[in-house]
């Protein structure tokens, strides 16, 4: 059975920071992609960053680009989201998801709420 677990989230000030950590098991974790996509309250689903397999390429959304950095460990099957300098808009649901031909596996979430 496929799971992704995620955890890290959490309330922070403007300006803060939280690492996003998520937990794979049920499959062969190093072979496959893996992103992190959010919600934020009343919006649709933005896919925030994404890792390929081998860790050898990334890519972010232009709105946290320089702020956000996405890793992984492929020995211990875990994927990260290192969040830097967080503002308001970031206050959303933070999922962990596996990509096998689409964006088809998805954790339950992790909340960051960014306020003062």
């Known amino acids: 059975e496929v799971q992704l677990v995620e955890s890290g989230g959490g309330w922070v000030q403007p300006g803060g920071s939280l690492r996003l950590s998520c937990a794979a098991s049920?499959?062969?974790?190093?072979?496959?992609?893996m992103f992190w996509v959010r919600q934020a309250p009343g919006k649709g689903l933005e896919r925030v960053s994404g890792i390929h397999n081998g860790g050898s390429s990334t890519h972010y959304v232009e709105a946290v680009k320089g702020r956000f950095t996405i890793s992984r460990d492929d020995a211990q099957n875990l994927v990260y989201l290192q969040m830097d300098r967080l503002t308001t808009e970031d206050t959303a649901m933070y999922y962990c998801?596996?990509?096998?031909?689409?964006?088809?596996?998805w954790g339950k979430g992790t909340l960051v709420i960014v306020s003062s």
């Open positions: 049920g499959f062969t974790f190093s072979s496959l992609s």
């Open positions: 998801v596996r990509h096998y031909y689409g964006l088809d596996a």
